[in-house]
């Protein structure tokens, strides 16, 4: 017989054990979990292994290695969100909610001012509402299985898309990428013919700067009155080799798909220029006259001005599935210059960075544009038929990657600024406030995932993520996505403007770092500098799966 004390005895021991292992719950290890008790559990068995590794192992290694911790996630609900289908979800969503606010406060327009609530335009537009996010958004609606919306923008289109009335100037490359690029690639996705046509339309209109003794087309082209010219802050009335220099894919395959050679005609001619014209220390200068053919100002670039006239290069070899052999060979010659003459490495955390080359001053400063170059270097590493350059170019990448990374996590709001710097005191970050700003834009997230294609390493699958968790915290406003005026600071100053890119590119690239390799896999698929993707080739037969 049991005594009654002893009866109580037992039942409080009983609640006693109990209240430890329910407490003991929240001190098992977690991260992004906020209160969440389920999240807790969730976190805790689900922990993987290998390629497919979470961010829980790794963020153990990176605490290791004094990589300083992210922002604080207060504000953003990510509990759940543990898995990396967990993660494509939730820039999904991100996706849908900066697609939601365009569509509510600025459709048609070719942007979303966010604070403001309306549309807005940039001078590259020319001016007209040619709803620019609605064309950049078309391939990431599609890939992302968002039907409705994509059906919305389709529509939108077919009716609406039209340039001919377009007044003012637009920018001949921003059309191409954007536009060209955007359609074409809906095209290679739907087989649907009417973006060919739109696309054909707004080529035609460019053409006019395509007039000029040399062949090397203008800047900006007038549609009213089919005349051509260039920017007029353009050093001597230059075009500028980036916008000349990143027009190829697009123009081949609108000739391949309309059979019409006068777009593919073009670019050759520019191809011949470029092949042929002196290059000093085998180094493209940033400006070329289109009437002399000479060059102007000798400043040398990987970020603006120059950036996506290498990325063509190699992705011309590319897409022509290694046949355009010129390419390849001017690709590596102009490369292996640059790295002669504009890669240095820090001195006091030895950070591997380009450059820039002024007149013979070298300016140690990289932008966050020039930092597409790591998946350039990736991907040509995943490409390069030499065992020794492919693994050369791998390692640039990664230590690239890592600078650009270095560039993150020295702010606080842990994303990169619009150019960082080196000197005796300071190793990538900004220097001058004006550098300061972050405008939603994709090249560092671009390398981490083209990295994370190649390698497999999934530390790049985290950096992404913890890109995404701060673009979600820093640059989210009730009315869609901002940029930011200085990312060195948590007392945010938004910019008002949802640039069309974060559609086409942004939102894209991290949609499908956490996406199966088979979604738009790399050797059947070339994405245009807008990340549009073009199928190698042009084959109707690439595939890709969502
Ligand atoms: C995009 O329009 C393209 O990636 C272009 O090549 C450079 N800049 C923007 C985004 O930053």
Redesign the pocket.
Known sequence: MVRLWERYFVVFGLFFIGFICIASIFFLPCIDCGNSTRVIIRTALNRPSGRNLDGHALREKTDKANIPAPPSREGINLSGISENADRRDFIKKMMKFAWDNYKRYAWGANELKPISKSGHSASIFGSGDTGASIIDSLDTLHIMGLNDEYEDARQWISLNLDFSATKGELSVF?TN??FIGGLLAAFALTNDTMYVEKARAIADLLLPAFDTPTGIPFALVNVQRKTANNWNWANGGASILSEFG?LQLEFDYLSNLTQNPVYSDKVARVREVLQSINKPDGLYPNYLNPRTGKWGQNHVSVGALG??FYEYLLKAWLISDKRDVQAKEMYDAATDALEKKLLFKSEQNQLWYFAEKKGARIEHKMDH?AC?IVGMFALQSKNEPDYTRSKHFLELAENLAHTCHESYIRTDTHIGPESFRFTRDAEAVAINDREKYYIL???VIEGWFYLWRITGDVKYREWCWDAAVSIERYCRTDGGYSGIRNVYTRSISHDDVQQS?IFA?TFKYLYLVFSEDSAVPLDQWVFN??AHPFPVRFSANASHQR
């Open positions: 921003e990428i954007r990143s950036d996506s544009l597409f834009r994709p090249e890119f590119e500098t807008e």
